[in-house]
């Protein structure tokens, strides 16, 4: 791996904006956090003390249309994905997510404000060695004509992902993605999150979509894109599917050694894919990245090491 140390953010940074679905306005700071903190959400602004959540997958409480964390009193935090996409597609590993309403704001609708709010926090190398969760076997979910799957990959994450929209505006569209920060940034964390005019109301009526605009989303009707700037991708859809995956999967707490293939997913099936992966301790461990030597024999290199990283030293039932 290109990093074999933990990073965090040098300081704090702020953004303000709304959430999509509330439509309230919210403050949202990203900031350092101690070796093998993994990202942590502070829910501040509450009557009360504030309340952190882990961002892990045993903190997801809902997936209807966003990623909503909390626990047992209840949800702290929705719609966490995109800040979670930049700060994993960035290559951070530990970070305190600060926000002082329920919702992370919806920015544009992509991750383009969160990865600008990293550069200017700026990223710094601690000193524990980084960590990885290497897929060992494939695992399978299946919900209804949605396809997931996580399987064994020789080295890093990548996304195979794949949409199949009747809307002939979106159509089919297929995106494959080697994920490392330089492609995050100019490849996925500007495409912009998606919707349909014929849907506004159901959603308004469920309390969804109240702070939808189109200035954070890319609306269709049943024909054509309604948004005056047009697309910044041909295939932006699929490309904020691939965004909204790589939030999810940051999920698993450690940054995943896999390939991820999703058919007409979402984040339903994102969650369940790495919920049945973390479920089969066979299906996984956590390993290593080779700390950085000044010189070593081709080898010497090659011994103990596994896909790039050394031996795991940590296995399932003991992370």
């Known amino acids: 791996m290109k990093f074999s ?16 679905h509330s439509g309230l306005a919210v403050n ?31 903190s997801v409480i809902a997936t209807d249309l966003a990623t909503v964390l909390g626990d047992s009193d209840g949800p702290l ?19 305190i997510i600060e926000v002082d309403g329920p919702e992370v704001p919806i920015m544009d609708g992509s991750a383009a404000a969160f990865v600008a709010a990293i550069d200017q926090a700026g990223i710094v190398t601690q000193s524990a060695t980084r960590r990885f969760i290497q897929v060992l076997k494939p695992v399978q979910v299946v919900i209804g004509d949605s396809f997931g799957e996580l399987r064994p990959h020789a080295s890093g994450f990548r996304a195979e992902v794949e949409i199949n929209f009747a809307n002939p505006a979106i159509g089919h569209q297929n995106f494959a993605f080697d994920l490392c920060p330089e492609s995050f940034r100019r490849d996925v964390s500007r495409a912009r999150t998606f ?28 024909a054509r ?20 995956v790589i939030g999810d999967l940051a999920l ?18 994102n969650h369940a894919v790495l919920t049945a992966l973390l479920a089969d301790h066979s299906a996984w461990r956590v390993v290593e990245a080779e700390p950085a030597r000044r010189s070593r024999s081709h080898a010497e290199a090659g011994a103990g090491m596994v896909g790039g990283m050394i031996a795991p030293a940590y296995g399932p039932d003991v992370s």
């Open 28 to 58: 949202l700071t990203i900031g350092p956090a101690p070796i093998d903190a993994g990202f942590i959400f502070v829910r501040t602004g509450l009557e009360d003390a504030d309340r952190e959540v882990p961002a892990v997958a045993g």
């Open 225 to 244: 894109l309604h948004n005056a700037e047009g697309l910044r991708y041909a295939d932006e859809c699929v490309r904020h599917k691939v965004l909204d």
């Open 195 to 222: 919707g349909f005019m014929n849907e506004v109301a159901r959603l308004w009526n469920a309390g969804f979509a109240r702070g939808a605009s189109f200035e954070n989303t890319v609306v269709f009707d049943e």
């Open 5 to 20: 140390r933990q990073t965090t953010l040098r300081s704090q940074a702020t953004v303000t904006g709304v959430g999509v």
């Open 77 to 95: 935090v929705s719609t966490a994905e995109h800040v979670l996409a930049a700060l994993r597609g960035m290559g951070v590993d530990n970070a």
């Open 252 to 269: 698993a707490g450690l940054p995943l050694q896999g390939v991820y293939r999703s058919v007409r997913g979402g984040h339903k099936l």
